[in-house]
């Protein structure tokens, strides 16, 4: 299978299989139309036929090059992707990343929020020591052999419980040796409780962090309101800018959301760009359509103009030297991720599991408090088998929507929790997210071919 589009000057060709992006001239990306597996050397007549307009060198020359990355399995390439072996090895994959809610309470009431405002609707609450402790030991005994490790501290809002996020990192610190396992920790805020100490802190012991700001002042301040009914824009914006000061080489990327208030939300990346930010995440909200901010499939032609819109805006910032990166158009087209991300993406209930301040279990930290997704409990050290394995196969192989869509090495089948609540089931893609997803890895692999 291959997929072909235009953009900004651009013939892009795709092959799915092998993941060869190219860039053709007008004759061979029209010449594509007619051809298909398999492929014969010698040039058919009917194309001499099919393009007066160009010469007959210019035809053959144009099949030639074709044929060679035909001939190469990399144009028309077949699948060598065993859905059995595959499944083998996603079933026996060890747990290596946690979401720890440590706090399911928040200082902002954002409107579109997912866990209600932060306490994911079963009541506000912090996640004890003991508890935090119980889940490093649990993802310790449940990663196998696997090294390196990874630890989110979410919410809600991190900093309302911080003192257990820094006795967290001392006891995981304290088991790594004597268990030849490396920690790495992320944490997520929305910045009201940020202060030197903290800042200092995060940027010391914080592989990543991310920073919660939709964007300008008013689009900010009309969703991302504290508890009082103030916006929090003037607020965090300064001490974001001194703590991506500091961070020197460390990651960090600021994310936002945009809603159907914010449909131009390019011009909200590029403000956040040119706060002094250069990583950079704003991500369509996901929420029932009933709500008034939601995006429907009558937005798509806007969100898909504004995509392309930022890949030139970042195009021509780069040939200028100037640093961005959007979150959503860096792909890597050289090695990709591996097998295991390109055919189920993020690992959900298999690889990765979120922890809540009671210590329950979850696929994910957007399917907290479903009781249908309750995975066990850290204070037990049991891990419910048979959602494990549920969740490994949660691939491409198994979403029939999937299977014959280009773009399924990329989106992986996209987010499971967005497809259990806004789809029905966690092998049903969510339409609107896939057609967005489809439009933002198009713009990524233009800029990659306007780039070189």
């Not at 003991?130 to 005994?141: G, N, P, S, Y």
Request: proline letters at 3%.
């Amino acid at each position: 299978m291959i997929h072909k589009y235009t953009m900004s000057g651009y013939n892009i060709v795709l092959d799915v299989e092998s993941g060869g992006v190219f860039v053709m001239d007008d004759l061979a990306f029209k010449m594509l139309d007619g051809l298909g597996a398999p492929m014969q050397k010698k040039c058919p007549n009917e194309l001499f036929e099919k393009f007066p307009e160009y010469s007959q060198d210019d035809v053959k020359n144009s099949y030639d090059e074709i044929y060679s990355l035909y001939a190469s399995n990399c144009l028309f390439s077949e699948s060598n992707i065993s859905a059995d072996e595959y499944e083998r090895l996603a079933e026996n994959s060890p747990v290596k990343a946690m979401c720890l809610n440590v706090a399911h309470d928040c200082n902002l009431r954002c409107k579109y929020c997912f866990a209600s405002t932060g306490d994911f609707g079963g009541g506000r609450k912090l996640m004890p020591m003991e508890v935090a402790k119980k889940a490093i030991d649990f993802l310790i005994e449940n990663s196998g052999k696997r090294r390196n490790l990874e630890v989110d501290f979410f919410g809600g809002e991190p900093l309302l419980n911080f003192d257990v996020v820094k006795e967290t990192v001392e006891y995981a610190k304290n088991r790594e040796k004597n268990n030849n396992k490396n920690f790495r920790f992320t944490i997520t805020t929305n910045g009201v409780l940020l202060d030197d100490e903290k800042i200092e802190y995060i940027n010391h012991h914080m592989n990543n962090v991310v920073l919660s700001l939709d964007g300008r002042r008013e689009i900010n301040d009309r969703v991302r309101r504290r508890v009082d009914g103030s916006g929090s824009y003037d607020l965090i914006l300064p001490k974001f800018l001194k703590l991506v000061e500091g961070r020197k080489d460390k990651d960090y990327y600021v994310r936002g959301t945009f809603t159907k208030y914010n449909l131009d939300f390019l011009k909200d990346v590029l403000h956040i760009n040119d706060c002094g930010f250069d990583q950079i995440s704003v991500e369509p909200v996901v929420c029932d359509s009933s709500c008034e901010y939601a995006i429907t499939e009558e937005d798509l032609p806007k969100i898909f103009e504004q995509y392309e819109l930022l890949a030139n805006k970042i195009v021509q910032k780069k040939k200028n030297n100037h640093k961005i990166n959007f979150f959503h158009f860096m792909i890597d087209l050289n090695q990709g991720p591996c097998l295991i991300k390109r055919l189920k993406g993020c690992g959900c209930g298999n690889e990765y599991v979120a922890i809540s301040p009671d210590g329950w279990i979850y696929p994910c930290h957007q399917l907290m408090g479903v009781e249908k997704w309750k995975m066990g409990n850290v204070a037990e050290n049991k891990l419910d088998q048979k959602i494990k394995k549920d969740f490994s196969k949660t691939t491409i192989f198994h979403k029939e929507e999937c299977k014959n869509c280009w773009a399924r090495f990329y989106c992986s089948g996209g987010c499971n929790a967005n497809n259990h609540q806004y789809a029905g089931n966690i092998l049903k893609p969510y339409k609107i997210s896939c057609e967005m997803e489809k439009k933002r890895i198009e713009c990524a692999i233009m800029i990659k071919a306007a780039l070189g």
